[in-house]
């Protein structure tokens, strides 16, 4: 099977320029400005632009977390990912405490297994048991299976969090092997004081969930964790960004030259901590980890990926559904699982409220959620580029398209969307994995199961195969 794509505005991270590609298989085959060549199927992408995929490096499907699973599984998230425009995602397969990592990874085999995706998939480990079910030994061949970064928490007290010796041992170990460090960076211990506080003079509410994780709390785990890996040297990505005072040590960090990367969310660029005011069955949409922050944040945070102190957005999709699943946490803040969805959405809102908006170039956003991407976690250029040779992971994105976002619309199964209402110019026309096309306008083309595992290389490694 061949796709011509014709005079489409073809934007990289580092350049645009009106041109051709050709995808022969599942590889982009020729790139130039009028190829005359015989293809199974042309798009004409004429005033589209021509992009890499985007890769979602942060996703929670089917997991269980908080007392329920979250409610994607791996067909229905890879499909509303593919009508955002990523035609990749690395989720986090979790070693539940007592687990070894051979089993923690058999079981993430098979939700892959049973729900086929539609985009193709690849793995992070988190770890949160070094002591009864995870060897230091079997955490450093888990990158052997091209799962090549270790994720750890240092929130979630009682649950997944580990404690700082656990931080250091990963990080030794990934230093060895090659792995990305990957941190969710609050203090836990004190955010476990002040929920117990909070709850015991009786504030039920969903606005407590902000109040008793301040952004400092977030700023003191990102600069031990940056410390930390530093010392053991290894590399080290910080999740979920979502203050001024986790920026600061990132930035510091990177000024050094100290191998440290973040990455924030939507949820951190579009939403402040107000949302949380509201009744809990509106309120309670807005509980996810780290809180909506005070409205100043927003700024820091554009700023910093502006300069590059954050050099990737994801969405860190968590679903959980409002009408059952939240509703655990009715009378008890600390009850209401964490996580929020917004697979489908990235793109639509970067291009709309950066690109735009005149805070970024399309390249950039191209950049900032595809190519750098791919170059952190160990799957360029096979993935991130517009380059011949690279698995054909094209978007022929439209800029004029208007959508108006809405639960009613989204193929998540998630039962609300974080954007209610919002309207937004520019969406994916045409969605290409692998040289198939997957999505066309509203209509879902590939079947689930075209999607395939992501063998990632080890970090610093290229992926070309
Ligand atoms: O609230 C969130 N973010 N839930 C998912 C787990 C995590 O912390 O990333
Ligand atoms: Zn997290
Ligand atoms: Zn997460």
């Given at each position: 099977m061949s796709v011509l794509i014709k005079g489409g505005l073809i934007v990289t991270a580092a350049k645009e320029y009106i041109g051709d590609v050709f995808v022969d298989g599942e590889k982009i085959s020729l790139i130039g400005e009028s190829l005359d060549v015989a293809a199974d199927q042309v798009i004409d992408a004429t005033g589209k632009y021509v992009i890499p995929g985007a890769i979602d490096p942060h996703t929670h499907i089917e997991l269980p977390f908080g007392g329920t699973t979250t409610c994607d599984d791996f067909t229905s998230a890879?499909?509303?990912?593919?009508?955002?425009?990523?035609?990749?995602?690395?989720?986090?397969?979790?070693?539940?405490?007592?687990?070894?990592?051979?089993?923690a990874l058999d079981t993430w085999y098979e939700k892959i297994d049973r729900?086929?995706?539609v985009i193709d998939v690849g793995f992070h480990m988190a770890i949160t048991d070094l002591h009864d079910g995870g060897t230091l030994e079997d955490l450093a061949r888990v990158p052997d299976e091209g799962v090549t970064s270790y994720?750890?928490?240092?929130?979630?007290?009682?649950?997944?969090?580990?404690?700082d010796e656990t931080l250091f041992k990963t990080c030794r170990v990934a230093a060895e092997t090659g792995a990305l460090v990957m941190v969710h960076a609050e203090n836990g211990d004190v955010?476990?004081?002040?929920?117990?506080?909070?709850?015991?003079?009786?504030?039920?509410?969903?606005?407590?969930h902000a109040a008793t994780r301040p952004p400092i709390t977030e700023g003191e785990a990102t600069n031990r964790a940056i410390q930390l890996a530093h010392l053991a040297g290894a590399p080290l990505y910080v999740v979920h960004v979502s203050c001024k005072e986790s920026i600061e040590p990132i930035a510091r960090a990177r000024q050094e030259g100290w191998r440290v990367m973040g990455e924030t969310c939507p949820q951190y660029l579009f939403i402040d901590e107000t949302a949380l005011d509201a009744p809990f069955s509106e309120g309670a949409k807005y509980i996810y980890t780290p809180p909506p922050r005070p409205k100043e944040n927003q700024e820091h945070l554009w700023d910093a990926l502006g300069s590059d102190?954050?050099?990737?957005?994801?969405?860190?999709?968590?679903?959980?559904?409002?009408?059952?699943?939240?509703?655990?946490?009715?009378?008890?803040?600390?009850?209401?699982?964490?996580?929020?969805?917004?697979?489908?959405?990235?793109?639509?809102?970067?291009?709309?409220?950066g690109v735009n908006a005149g805070r970024f170039s399309m390249s950039?956003?191209?950049?900032?959620?595809?190519?750098?991407?791919?170059?952190?976690?160990?799957?360029?250029?096979?993935?991130?580029?517009?380059?011949?040779?690279?698995?054909?992971?094209?978007?022929?994105?439209?800029?004029?398209r208007e959508l108006t976002i809405s639960a009613a619309t989204q193929h998540s199964n998630v039962d609300y969307?974080?954007?209610?209402?919002?309207?937004?110019?520019?969406?994916?026309?045409?969605?290409?994995?692998?040289?198939?096309?997957?999505?066309?306008?509203?209509?879902?083309?590939?079947?689930?199961?075209?999607?395939?595992?992501?063998?990632?290389?080890?970090?610093?490694?290229?992926?070309?195969?």
């Open positions: 890879t499909v509303a990912a593919a009508f955002g425009g990523t035609t990749s995602l690395v989720d986090f397969c979790f070693q539940m405490p007592g687990q070894s990592f051979r089993a729900c086929k995706p994720k750890v928490f240092m929130a979630y007290k009682g649950a997944v969090m580990v404690d955010i476990d004081v002040l929920v117990k506080e909070a709850l015991a003079e009786g504030k039920t509410e969903p606005k407590w102190v954050l050099s990737i957005v994801s969405t860190d999709h968590c679903p959980f559904r409002i009408k059952d699943q939240k509703t655990l946490g009715e009378g008890d803040f600390s009850k209401i699982p964490n996580g929020g969805p917004g697979i489908e959405n990235r793109m639509h809102l970067l291009h709309h409220f950039r956003l191209v950049e900032m959620t595809s190519t750098n991407v791919a170059k952190q976690f160990g799957l360029y250029p096979k993935k991130g580029a517009i380059a011949v040779g690279s698995d054909a992971d094209i978007v022929v994105w439209d800029p004029k969307n974080l954007y209610e209402g919002t309207e937004v110019t520019g969406s994916p026309a045409v969605v290409l994995v692998r040289g198939k096309v997957v999505v066309e306008g509203e209509s879902l083309v590939a079947k689930p199961g075209h999607g395939q595992f992501l063998k990632r290389a080890r970090f610093g490694e290229e992926l070309t195969a």
